[in-house]
């Protein structure tokens, strides 16, 4: 919780540090590095994410071939990282060297690139070759001339469910049969009334349907914004469809009412309070940290209507970075081929580069947690089909405004009809 | 100059040095409080006033003065009439127990006790407890599903009550850990007042007959009003500017809804949790400026009607 107080604390300690610092004629504060420290010199570098990336050994491993350089990472709340973000660009003050940008704020960030060293500067243009192409346009600057962001993961969607559960239900528990039960939406809310039929206690088919709604919007060709970076939500068909979807699943009682990330949400994990849950590949490490009792219990199948993109993120370097050299190697080693690997093992997302997702290390991947799910051929299949979708700028401020909407249905405080009236009024004032 | 006796000079001398001391250096003493309260709070408030009258984002350089545009729109905005209200509403719900518990919590303590000190401590103890602890194990007791509050009701035959979901629920969780923070702080004034009631009225009181009860109403609350007084208006000022518990409530309680908006209908957004959405997620720094200085106009309004209507009370309280 205290990121919140520091979200505060920071900016007016910073401003009221440089205020004195300028006051004392300057000059003090800035000399302790110019662009590029002298070889051997200490060099701090901070890197801001909003979880755990799985880069902690990764740290170690670079400590090893560059002694000068010290990383500290700074982990902080999704929404609070990303606001501290902009307040930091803005009052010029505060941000660290590297920043994690996740791809609903991508587009925020790379409409400044003034804000953002160019990573060409540092030969970083010669990865474009290794990454997905939609991955690598989404780091660009909008006249595509700088390159602003490098990809971490891509997050390829699948659908992980409870197989204790499932039996319970007298549902099939194989992957390829369970798959085969909801080919559509439609036909995972039907599979969903019949868990509910079966009347598991204590258990919902599903946690929420925020994410569901995410997950199904971005399996459309198009989603919240247009290409000219206009919010279409009111207009656009298949929105209202995954709004519609959504809503079928609170009305027919099947889900647990908890929003995601939240506290309660982490312990229905651990008490089983759903049994199925859209899995986007960095979701399978949430999942194994919060149910750890529950290793062997949940699977993973294809997800209902098609491929689709959750999530994923970017490195990013402010201008105010005192070590933009040191950072640009730093991003260019966290992101590398056999690092993105490496984290997939270990933390489950998965890689933006496609050479790895043929590579037997990934495909031959299971994992024990998950019944020795191959989730390595799983998430490159996701991966390679994959059609990229055209994100705006408020893109995660549209999606709060939705999610507030299909909350208020949850709780029964409005129809789906009043609540997409509000939620319509509510996108009109996004500015 | 110099024609003048050396004895003269240097009396006149001292006697404009002490003028002068006696004028102006009480005004030397009290300025380091003036010059912090200007900077920090006479130039923000001005400060605020004046970005309240242009359209100002953070993400823009660009500053257009608008009038009192930002007012308009605040007016006629649904979501800060719906902060008003929460406020209002959490604000009663937690002061007015709260300041009755206090009494009769420094009434309890105003006599002979043994470990007097240790009980009057301990009253002060939730006050120093961090508000975020607070909000997270009180976030927890009022959980849905596994909450121990809903565990007691259910002996009772209660369903389970989806605290944070409910407009009136959420108000009531809020309320209990504000007065969880605030009810032994405020009996420990209370404590002290009524220390200063002198002790012949109670003996008085008592060879008369009157009960615990009737001498707190008709000499212990009159005796204290002043103090009364101030606790009204310091306790109605802080309930008008509660922003964490319900910020902290939103991120810990799963209710949905980002932590700032206070739930998916914002049941439970007070006035400053609206202020902060404004400014500190959407960068309206314009927008945010004016519902400052409308909350700032309500604190004063609320202040001043519980003054004159505390002012009143002459008998008993109660």
Redesign the interface.
């Known amino acids: 919780?205290?990121p919140?107080?520091r979200?505060?604390a920071v900016p007016l300690l910073t401003a009221s540090l440089l205020a004195l610092a300028s006051a004392c004629g300057g000059g003090a504060a800035n000399n302790t590095a110019g662009p590029a420290a002298a070889p051997g010199e200490k060099v701090k570098l901070t890197v801001g994410l909003f979880g755990d990336f799985g880069f902690k050994p990764l740290y170690e491993e670079y400590k090893k071939t560059h002694p000068n350089i010290e990383i500290v990472e700074s982990v902080t709340?999704f929404?609070d990282h990303h606001?501290n973000l902009?307040?930091r660009l803005?009052t010029n003050a505060g941000a660290g060297d590297v920043e994690a940008v996740e791809v609903g704020y991508i587009s925020t960030f790379t409409a400044q690139p003034g804000k953002f060293v160019d990573l060409k500067q540092y030969g970083l243009d010669k990865r474009q070759s290794d990454y997905l192409d939609w991955k690598w346009q989404q780091g660009l600057s909008k006249d595509g001339q700088q390159v602003l962001g490098l990809g971490t993961d891509v997050g390829g969607l699948a659908m992980c469910y409870r197989k204790d559960l499932f039996k319970k239900a007298g549902l099939p528990t194989d992957r390829t049969e369970v798959g085969g039960l909801w080919p559509t939406w439609e036909q995972y809310i039907e599979t969903g009334k019949k868990f509910a039929a079966a009347g598991v206690s204590g258990t919902k088919f599903v946690d929420?349907p925020?994410e569901i709604f995410r997950a199904m919007v971005n399996q459309a060709p198009v989603g919240l914004y247009d290409a000219q970076d206009q919010i279409i939500v009111a207009t656009n068909p298949d929105v209202k469809k995954a709004w519609d979807l959504s809503n079928q699943l609170t009305q027919n009682g099947l889900t647990a009412?908890?929003?995601a990330f939240?506290?309660?949400?982490n312990?229905?994990f651990a008490?089983g309070?759903f049994a199925t849950i859209i899995c986007p590949a960095w979701m399978t490490g949430f999942i194994q940290e919060q149910a750890k009792d529950a290793s062997g219990k949940w699977d993973i199948a294809p997800v209902p209507g098609g491929s689709g993109n959750s999530g994923g993120s970017h490195l990013m370097i402010p201008k105010q970075s005192k070590h933009p050299k040191e950072a640009a190697e730093l991003i260019d080693f966290l992101t590398s081929k056999d690092n993105q690997a490496r984290v997939f093992k270990e933390e489950g997302t998965f890689p933006s580069i496609p050479a790895l997702y043929d590579d037997p290390s990934i495909q031959n991947f299971t994992k024990p947690f998950f019944g020795d799910a191959p989730i390595g051929k799983i998430y490159s299949a996701a991966a390679k089909s994959l059609k990229p979708q055209h994100l705006g700028p408020k893109e995660a401020?549209v999606r709060?405004v939705i999610?507030?909407?299909?909350?208020?249905v949850?709780?029964?405080?409005?129809t789906p009809d009043q609540a997409w009236a509000q939620v319509l009024e509510d996108v009109k004032k996004i500015? | 100059m110099s024609s003048l006796p050396l004895a003269a000079t240097r009396r006149r001398g001292r006697s404009v040095r002490h003028t002068l001391d006696v004028r102006v250096s009480p005004y030397a003493y009290v300025a380091p409080f003036f010059l912090l309260f200007c900077a920090f709070g006479l130039f923000p408030l001005a400060y605020t006033a004046w970005v309240s009258l242009h359209d100002w984002t953070l993400l823009s350089d660009e500053h257009t003065f608008v009038g009192l545009k930002n007012f308009g729109t605040l007016l006629a905005d649904g979501y800060f009439w719906n902060a008003t209200f929460n406020t209002l509403s959490i604000g009663v719900l937690s002061t007015v127990p709260q300041l009755l518990l206090a009494i009769w919590l420094a009434h309890l303590l105003n006599r002979r006790l043994r470990m007097q000190t240790l009980f009057r401590i301990s009253l002060l103890l939730p006050n120093v407890t961090s508000v975020v602890a607070v909000v997270v194990i009180f976030s927890q007791l009022f959980g849905r599903d596994f909450g121990m509050i809903n565990w007691v009701l259910s002996w009772f035959g209660a369903g389970s009550v989806d605290w944070a979901a409910g407009t009136a629920s959420s108000h009531v969780a809020l309320s209990t850990m504000i007065m969880w923070r605030w009810t032994g702080y405020n009996a420990l004034i209370f404590l002290a007042a009524m220390q200063a009631v002198p002790r012949e009225l109670y003996e008085a009181a008592t060879i008369d007959g009157a009960s615990g009860f009737t001498q707190l109403r008709r000499i212990t609350i009159p005796m204290i009003r002043p103090t009364i007084i101030f606790v009204v208006i310091v306790s109605s000022i802080g309930a008008m500017q509660i922003i964490a518990e319900p910020l902290l409530f939103g991120a810990s309680s799963g209710a949905g809804g980002g932590a700032v908006s206070g739930g998916p209908d914002r049941q439970y957004q007070t006035l400053a949790l609206f202020v902060y959405e404004q400014g500190f997620t959407k960068f309206d720094f314009g927008y945010a400026s004016a519902a400052s200085w409308l909350m700032f106009l309500a604190v004063v309004v609320v202040a001043g009607v519980n003054y004159l209507l505390t002012r009143r009370v002459k008998g008993g309280l109660l």
């Not at chain 1, 949850?410 to 409005?414: A, D, S, T």
């Open positions: 919780m205290t919140r107080f979200q505060l709340q929404n606001n902009v307040k803005a929420a925020g009412k908890l929003a939240s506290p309660p949400w312990t229905g008490k309070s401020d709060t999610g507030d909407g299909l909350g208020r949850e709780q029964g405080k409005q500015k």
